[in-house]
């Protein structure tokens, strides 16, 4: 158990929908990252927040989007949702921005039908 | 952009043998990085490797970095059945995101 918390483990969704995916870090980390895998692209960095600011951008879809809270939870929000979109999110954790290790959550899996 | 390779990308293995497994990146890397994946599973880490010359040991397993050659590798020593999964090696440069290669599926058979 890596200390990453992703709510829910599951989703299963229809084209078109809005979904909010849920991820709450490690005690004491500050950065928050968003990875998607898939059979075909592999795994993709999405997006970064350390303390509440966005710090780097991947290959994110203009209709997905984050943010983190002041209590350092991180929400991923898909919209318009596609066939495509259909993968596994994973968030992860680390202490800052540096060279430490990033602790990965259980992930969601998302499945757009 | 960082490229990362690996190779093999499936390695079927006996018991009792030693394999290497190969990452090869295309720029410059800050550090290196080795995640272990079950099926189904999250990303464990394994090793984080910073520096050229870097040599990591953990159980069966051992990580080195050498960055003149661009190269990590991940050596398995006498393979227990437990170590089946998919190994995952990720550069990161200027920036703090990590680019995975494309893992390397393990099967360690009797």
């Known amino acids: 158990d890596s200390g990453v918390t992703q709510t829910p483990k599951h989703l299963i969704t229809a084209t078109g929908q809005r979904v909010t995916l849920r991820c709450s870090p490690r005690s004491g980390d500050l950065s928050v990252y968003w990875y998607q895998q898939s059979l075909d692209q592999g795994l993709q960095f999405l997006i970064q927040?350390?303390?509440?600011?966005?710090?780097a951008k991947g290959n994110i879809l203009e209709r997905f989007s984050a943010q983190q809270f002041p209590d350092l939870h991180s929400e991923l929000n898909l919209s318009s949702l596609e066939l495509g979109d259909s993968a596994l999110y994973f968030c992860?954790?680390?202490?800052?921005?540096?060279?430490?290790?990033?602790?990965f959550g259980p992930g969601t899996r998302l499945l757009v039908l | 952009e960082l490229k990362v390779e690996q190779n093999p990308l499936f390695l079927s293995m006996q018991e009792g043998k030693n394999y290497t497994i190969y990452c090869n990146y295309s720029t410059t890397s800050d550090r290196l990085y080795w995640y272990r994946q079950d099926p189904g599973k999250s990303l464990e880490s394994l090793f984080v490797l910073l520096s050229n010359g870097a040599v990591k040991q953990e159980g069966r397993l051992m990580a080195s970095l050498d960055t003149k050659a661009r190269l990590s590798t991940l050596h398995i020593t006498a393979a227990v059945h437990d170590l089946s999964a998919t190994y995952f090696c990720a550069g990161a440069n200027s920036g703090y995101a990590l680019n995975f290669g494309k893992g390397t599926s393990l099967l360690v058979t009797p």
């Open positions: 927040y350390y303390n509440g600011e966005e710090r």
């Open positions: 992860a954790s680390s202490v800052g921005t540096g060279y430490e290790t990033q602790y």
